[in-house]
């Protein structure tokens, strides 16, 4: 029986290419060109070669959610269009993308779109409520429901792909363009739930009671993301970075038998594009293992879990991304400063630290000490080559 309350409700120029040495990872062979020099690197090579686990000159630098409500530029965008209207509408999304990664000086720009974007042409329409997020009013929750959806209209998110290539064009080769989709897991809950949950009893429910509805339901969230990504793929996207905001949610063991097969071929499917991975959640240290298991070249890391700790946990065989608690960007210069210094320290200078926060940027947060993280990165990354350089 399902529980009460889960019932269904009435119803423009193509990208240079980064130029990969001979001994990248197969998932760039087919980008042709001359080696790049680990000490001649733009930021767009150095991003991708962190992502790769090759030696970098110094630890890139990008933030998740940098492009958003902290910012006035944004806030000046939001107030003539809706988030909604913002992602699809090519010039304005490549617009706010390309600002707040210049505004920043990062290493890599993620282009502005929601993760609930897919859902529309899988005939699941949903809206933003102030204050609440997104909203599903008709939840996805029986096995009727879950066969009506549809797989065939991922084109219409062609959107997304003209953003990117906008973007592309802006800066070339000087940063890396990571594009983006949700993780088969997260947009089930969100389809399911009809917006955020505590307990996702709902999910559970039809994940445990009914697993041939559950694991066709996934199925078909993973061909329409594997469509998705590839549009952003051939717009110039360096690297596609998967979001399994709330695989936390589940143990390791339902993680393993409902989650991993399905989120492991999705990872496959995008590297065979030519791109590296990056894999993230929140709150899913005890997941870390299993999360590796996906073959993912990066795995995101929250900043509940010591940096050296969560990488050890994953045997130093993929890349890092993280971790900075966002909540930390209101602290004083001194003590942010310090933050910084110790997740540098934790890296130890191993190739394949890519910094980043532990989750998104949060309104409110100040734009200059976003800024300084950036400055302070950078410091420590030439400190640690000294030192290495004097070892």
């Known amino acids: 029986m399902v529980p009460e309350g889960c019932y269904p409700q009435e119803l423009m120029p193509e990208k240079t290419l980064l130029k990969p040495s001979p001994e990248l990872s197969p998932h760039l062979s087919a980008r042709s060109g001359l080696p790049i020099a680990a000490g001649d690197l733009t930021s767009g090579s150095r991003f991708v070669r962190a992502c790769l686990r090759q030696p970098v000159d110094r630890t890139p630098v990008w933030f998740l959610r940098q492009a958003g409500r902290y910012m006035p530029e944004y806030q000046a965008v939001r107030r003539h269009h809706s988030l909604l209207g913002i992602c699809k509408n090519p010039a304005l999304a490549a617009e706010v993308t390309i600002t707040a990664a210049e505004k920043l000086d990062v290493d890599a720009a993620i282009i502005f779109a929601d993760l609930l974007l897919p859902l529309e042409g899988m005939g699941v329409d949903f809206t933003f409520q102030e204050g609440e997020g997104p909203v599903i009013h008709q939840p996805v929750r029986t096995a009727s429901d879950v066969e009506d959806l549809r797989t ?210 949060v309104p409110a947060t100040p734009v200059e000490n976003v800024q300084r993280v950036v400055q302070y990165v950078r410091e420590f990354s030439i400190e640690g080559a000294g030192a290495n350089s004097h070892a």
């Open 152 to 361: 065939d209209r991922a084109d219409e998110l062609g959107y997304v792909a003209e953003a990117i290539r906008k973007v592309v064009a802006h800066f070339k080769d000087r940063i890396g363009i990571v594009g983006f989709c949700g993780a088969p897991f997260t947009l089930a809950s969100y389809m399911i739930e009809g917006g955020g949950s505590r307990n996702y009893i709902c999910t559970k429910s039809l994940m445990y009671r009914e697993p041939s509805v559950w694991r066709l339901l996934l199925e078909k969230l993973a061909s329409v993301l594997g469509e998705y990504a590839a549009q952003q793929v051939e717009a110039g996207a360096d690297v596609i970075q998967i979001f399994d905001s709330w695989a936390g949610a589940l143990s390791p063991a339902d993680y393993r038998d409902f989650v991993l097969p399905v989120t492991t071929r999705l990872v496959r499917k995008v590297q065979a594009l030519g791109v590296p991975v990056i894999y993230f959640g929140v709150d899913t240290a005890t997941l870390l293992p299993a999360m590796r298991e996906t073959g993912a070249d990066v795995i995101g890391l929250d900043w509940r879990i010591p940096l050296d700790q969560g990488w050890s946990a994953l045997g130093h065989a993929v890349a890092v991304q993280g971790n900075l608690d966002p909540i930390m960007l209101f602290a004083g210069e001194e003590l942010l400063r310090e933050r910084v210094r110790q997740i540098m320290t934790q890296a130890g200078g191993r190739p394949g630290h890519i910094f980043n926060l532990g989750h998104g940027i």
